[in-house]
């Protein structure tokens, strides 16, 4: 196959679907459909980033079902070619708030069990300086550096919009002195960003898309993100937790829910920040009626993080359009 020429198609192609590092976009070709995938140029990262993709595709193929398969890979320009998975993205049909059908829940914690019994020796290279296998308090306490580090990042810039918003000058205070009480579950490679608009219903099974985020860190870690991004019904996500502890190997799911609502409480700190700086930049190109969804959007991720912060979630999403008014206008 033409590489090259493929990689020409996509980027004139209409219709692509782009995440927040890259452009999708479904090709046809002799052989059948291709997803390319191209990345963001001018993307801002905002996650913890441990592997290349292509290195964890081929890390999990021997041991995980349903993922892209991998067809190319190129360095420059810079793109992959991944088999085109024909089916629902989830977030269509059972966006946020929702229930979900119950395949779903089946098959990611069938997905989170696959992930945990990859070996060490089998994953990409992990860093001399990443937490040990075990360490679930270092593993917490770089996630809570690398939102340190991004807040401190923006906070010049954005230091009047954090405050009016009611982000604190110190937001990770109120988990800092909580990372040692983590319990110690061994590491495992981790999907790390499994959310609705990540996974493809298909024919009753579900496909796990998006693995860019991937890790090598603390399996509590990788349920309490999805919960973060999922947004189950509470009646369904208690039945995914008791599903997701009944399944997996006793050492991955060992401790105290007070572990569980530590991340969780992580996560929607990390959100308000990175989302308003995200969603301020978004707001600017955006037509009114997708600027009113993004800003209520914002408006609940911010609210939960002022619940962790201790103060009254009362924005309003007539109080953030003032406040990052001159974002859009200019």
Known sequence: ??????????????????????????????????????????????????????????????????????????????????????????????????????????????????????????????????????????????????TQDIYAMYRDEYRVVFAEMGIPADPLAVVESRWDTLTPRPFAVLHADLHRKNMIVADGHTWFLDWELALWGDPMYEIAIHFHKMDYPQDQRAAVFQRWRERLPAPSTAGPLRDLDLYMEHERIKSAIVDTVRYSKQLAAAAPPERDFLIRRLVRKVNAARRVWGSLPDLTPQRVARILAPWWEG
Request: with cysteine.
């Open 1 to 146: 196959m033409a590489w090259l020429e493929l990689y020409g198609r996509a980027l004139t192609a209409d219709g692509a679907a782009a995440g927040n590092y890259n452009r999708n976009v479904g090709v046809l070709t002799a052989d059948g459909k291709v997803n390319v995938r191209i990345p963001l140029a001018a993307a801002d990262v905002m996650d913890v980033r441990l592997w290349r993709e292509e290195q964890v595709l081929a890390c999990i193929r021997p041991y995980v079902c349903r993922v892209p398969e991998l067809r190319h890979v190129s360095e420059e320009p810079r793109f992959q070619v991944h088999h085109f998975i024909e089916g629902r993205v989830l977030d269509s049909f059972s966006p946020r708030n929702s229930s979900v059908p119950d395949n779903v829940p089946a098959d990611v914690v069938t997905l989170m069990d696959q992930l945990v019994r990859i070996p060490l020796e089998k994953a990409p290279g992990i860093p001399d300086d990443w937490p040990a296998s075990g360490d679930s308090a270092g593993f917490g306490r770089l996630l809570a550096r690398f």
